[in-house]
Structure formats: structure tokens, C-alpha cells
């Protein structure tokens, strides 16, 4: 499977923004999606999965704030961000995750999608 994430940009403080994450290959049905974030200087984190039957869960600091989704039909998963922060800055990438770790499971990051939120 290849990721390629998009929508990302430059939004101030409090806007929104929708990622859409392209994936490739016909297994997309049968993997748990997430979407990671990295911030410059810190460890890439996980802020949100979708399992295959749909599922969320979600990271303290976006809960109530980002919506995951995916369209199977598509083979696409996305990341609805409402009430953005500066703290949520970072580069967003999506991956599959392990249905009970949430571990990612390629290795392959792809360019991700820069998010800046100016205050």
C-alpha cells in the first residue's frame, strides 16, 4: 500500500482544515487507519485511527476537535480539523495501523502534508 496525504496549509488560529490521505493497492478495506503528526523537534505521534468496521478514537489533545472518516469505495481516509491551535503545527501523515497496537505498519512515510495555524 502507498500513502500520498494532501490539504494541509497555512490557516490562523481557530479555522479548519480537511487532509485527505490517497491510498493504493485493494487491501484498504481491511486495514485500520490513522493519521500521525510530527512537530519540529518532537517524535511523530498519533493523533487519530479509524479501524476497518469504522471505529474512531482519537488523541487527548484533538479530541472534540478532529474527525476522522474514510470512504472505502475511494480508498481514501481524511482528517476534518475544527478550532485549529498553533500547538497542532507539525506535518501530517497517514499510515495503516495494527488493529491492536495502533503501531504503524509501513515503513514509508511518503512527504506528509505541512499544517501551520499562526496565533
Known amino acids: 500500500v502507498q500513502l500520498q496525504a494532501s490539504g494541509g496549509g497555512l490557516v490562523q488560529a481557530g479555522g479548519s482544515l480537511r487532509l485527505s490521505c490517497a491510498a493504493s493497492?485493494?487491501?484498504?478495506?481491511?486495514?485500520?487507519m490513522g493519521w500521525f503528526r510530527q512537530a519540529p523537534g518532537k517524535q511523530r505521534e498519533l493523533v487519530a485511527h479509524i479501524t476497518r468496521g469504522g471505529s474512531t478514537n482519537y488523541a487527548d489533545s484533538v479530541k472534540g476537535r478532529f474527525t476522522i472518516s474514510r470512504d472505502n469505495a475511494k480508498s481514501r481516509v481524511y482528517l476534518q480539523m475544527n478550532s485549529l491551535k498553533p500547538e497542532d503545527t507539525a506535518v501530517y501523515y497517514c499510515n495503516a495501523v495494527h488493529p491492536l497496537t495502533t503501531a504503524p505498519l509501513y515503513d514509508y512515510w511518503g512527504q506528509g502534508t505541512l499544517v501551520t495555524v499562526s496565533s
Open positions: 493497492g485493494s487491501i484498504f478495506s481491511l486495514l485500520g
